[in-house]
């Protein structure tokens, strides 16, 4: 297990279409361990792979959110797929690891179904409200390479990409405009 760097925006592997899992492996399990020690080092409550520079097809959503389970360790979803979202929307502030310290108001629906494959292979779904409906959006969001700074006008958008240039290390390899 290891903790792994975050991939920060604007770098261009947030933008990667990320690949589906075809069987579970030993490499799929070290995945999924590393993107567990990463979420828990960085306090995140939901991590994408594409985040630690992997495109593929997994997230994780911590137990407590996902299924109200103190203690146990994060849901795995993988090759996932929101199968529904309710009609009525909700607002509210979203954070994610690639933007450090950046939280913006985002809509969504407020309810949403996914469903998603298991570390044991087994296909499994999941309803959620509030937070986990939009932390199960946010997460699959990732998978396709849409995120977050994709809600908000250009402004805010040059607003954050200043502020993240001034406040991490980050040195764009592959900036986006
Ligand atoms: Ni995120």
């Not at 911590?62 to 797929?81: H, L, S, W, Y």
């Not at 997460?139 to 250009?154: A, I, Q, S, Y």
Request: glycine content about 8%; some cysteine.
């Amino acid at each position: 297990m290891a903790v792994r760097p975050i991939v920060v925006w604007p770098d261009s592997r947030l933008r990667e279409e990320a690949k589906t899992v075809e069987t579970i492996t030993d490499e799929v399990r070290s995945l999924y361990k590393d993107l567990w020690d990463t979420m828990v080092a960085y306090q995140g409550i939901g991590i994408a792979s594409p985040q630690i520079g992997v495109a593929v097809k997994m997230f994780l959503i911590d137990a407590m959110v996902a299924t109200g389970e103190d203690g146990a360790p994060p849901v795995a979803f993988i090759n996932p797929e929101v199968i529904a979202t309710g009609t009525e929307t909700d607002k509210s502030d979203e954070g994610c690891l690639s933007f450090p310290g950046i939280y913006v108001p985002i809509e969504r629906p407020a309810e949403a179904t996914i469903r998603a494959m298991g570390l044991d292979c087994e296909m499994f779904e999941i309803a959620g409200t509030e937070l986990l409906a939009r932390a199960i959006q946010h997460e699959n969001d990732h998978l396709t390479g849409k995120l977050m700074v994709d809600f908000v006008g250009p402004l805010k958008k040059r607003m954050i990409k200043r502020k993240l240039a001034r406040e991490s290390d980050y040195e764009g390899a592959e900036a986006e405009g």
